[in-house]
């Protein structure tokens, strides 16, 4: 656990300084709208869906980088005229903007994440109506958030997730001239069943707002928010996609009497798509629009992104082992080790670090040979054995029939190292083959798929 915990904190204190270079590099200003109000903040460890959180954490050692573009229409605050007192009608805006983040999972059922929005561009169709836009272009916030999961198995689950916003914005109406970082609450459930899956989130976001940028503002500083958002989403297998449906709304616990034609109640809808490329890598494509004309709803956003995943970078089980009565679907819990049982007659052992790379038989995640050392001792022990099976299944990336044989040459390639290395009998050990059939994990995200790409014994004794 300390070496885990190092480790942990070498990469939290690699984002951390990722996150304190970036307070040295330009930053946006705006004359009066803020970016801490942006509606479209993309997960950090890009489990499940895009905005909205699901309650599973990115498992210890996980690493999960993401990058989003989206282009928003008419998201900018127009004002009326003092002279006319009317809101201009030919004004038009449009938005580029771009999230980069990264999550880390630091213990069982806790992620950390870092995100770093930026703009990227923006277009003013009417300059000389009274409106509201960006006077410079950059990075407009820093945020780093944490989620812990309460209780939970593959098939949904409970957890809490916080978030604090750093303004970088300058002159931001929005925060105020003093104001503090903006701190996020939040509840996080979700369930799954078969390849559908519902999330709904909802939690309270505080602001300690600071005084107007100048007298007379037609912007108020925001006050504090409620915040909810639901999502849903269908997995085709066939096509290694998820469509992916959600809403995302705040509301102001008081509400602000600004004098803009954007109200402080936002709603936004999204429809998309996740397309897995390989085990690591998914990308995202959609488009969004809003509910209610509210700060920073946009007539049509467009987005794309992707996410990238690596590891474990540390915290790799010493003996990763599941006895055959741990039931497929569930959250792992501490392993008994089998390896340390009494022989039985008859023994199933789920071997969950013998995990092969993406598309390969012959690259194996860590070292294969304690671990099959430690199976050559337990066949030894007590009665004689008389067979051993070895099953080998994939995830579902890539299609039935090639992950039938894939699995049948990984499976082979144990057999041949506890021939070749272990000097074990030929004629009593059978590899076979099961490719994608009975996963114990989802396949809808990398560290599932992960664990699908296993290797079990069966050993039968006399």
């Known amino acids: 656990m300390d070496r885990n915990l190092t480790l942990a904190g070498i990469y939290l204190g690699a984002a951390a300084f990722i996150g304190s270079v970036t307070w040295f590099l330009p930053r946006a200003s705006a004359n009066i709208i803020g970016n801490d109000t942006q509606n479209f ?16 954490t990115l498992d210890p050692g996980i690493i999960n980088f993401g990058l989003f573009l989206n282009h928003a229409r008419n998201t900018l605050p127009r004002l009326r005229d003092r002279d006319t007192n009317q ?19 630091v213990l069982t059922n806790l992620d950390l994440g870092l995100s770093l929005p930026q703009i990227l561009d923006q277009k003013v169709d009417d300059s000389d109506s009274p409106r509201g836009q960006f006077s410079d272009r950059g990075n ?19 957890a809490m997730a916080g978030s604090l916003n750093f303004n970088r914005l300058k002159n931001n109406p929005y925060a105020g001239r003093g104001g503090r970082p903006t701190f996020n609450i939040e509840a996080l459930a979700d369930t799954t069943w078969r390849d559908f899956a519902l999330a709904f989130n909802f939690g ?16 108020d500083p925001l ?18 996609t998820k469509a992916i449906a959600e809403i995302y709304t705040s509301w102001p616990v008081i509400r602000a009497s600004d004098n803009t034609n954007r109200a402080s109640t936002a709603a936004e ?10 085990h690591n890598m998914a990308v995202h494509a959609g488009l969004g629009r809003e509910l209610s004309q509210g700060i920073s709803s946009p007539d049509l956003r467009i987005y794309a992104g992707l996410n990238w995943t690596m590891g474990p970078e540390f915290s790799r089980h010493n003996a990763p082992t599941t006895p055959e009565e741990v039931q497929p679907k569930k959250t792992p819990k501490p392993a008994t080790d089998p390896f340390a049982l009494a022989p039985k007659a008859e023994e199933k052992i789920i071997v969950n670090d013998l995990l092969f790379a993406f598309d390969s038989d012959k690259e194996i995640v860590n070292d294969p040979h304690s671990i099959l050392a430690r199976l050559v001792v337990h066949l030894k022990k007590g009665p004689g054995w008389k067979k051993l099976i070895i099953d080998g299944y994939t995830d579902n990336l890539g299609n039935d029939q090639y992950n039938l044989t894939l699995s049948y040459r990984r499976a082979s390639n144990i057999r041949k190292l506890l021939i070749e290395e272990f000097k074990l009998e030929p004629n009593k050990i059978m590899a076979v083959g099961h490719g994608e059939e009975s996963p114990i994990s989802k396949n809808n995200n990398y560290q599932g798929r992960r664990l699908n790409r296993r290797v079990e014994f069966r050993i039968f004794r006399k």
């Open 269 to 278: 809808i999204l429809l998309g798509a996740k397309h897995d490329l390989s």
């Open 204 to 219: 309270y976001r505080w602001r300690e707002k600071g005084d107007e940028i100048f007298t007379g503002s037609p912007i």
């Open 87 to 105: 809101f201009p009608s030919q004004s038009s805006d449009q938005l580029l903007g771009m999230d980069l983040n990264i999550g880390v999972g």
């Open 223 to 240: 006050g504090n928010q409620w915040i909810a958002s639901t999502a849903a989403s269908y997995r085709f297998d066939q096509y290694d």
């Open 41 to 56: 903040n993309p997960t950090t460890n890009g489990l499940d869906f895009v905005t909205v959180q699901s309650s599973e």
């Open 140 to 158: 407009t916030e820093v945020r780093v958030n944490a989620k812990y999961r309460l209780l939970g198995t593959d098939t949904g689950g409970l």
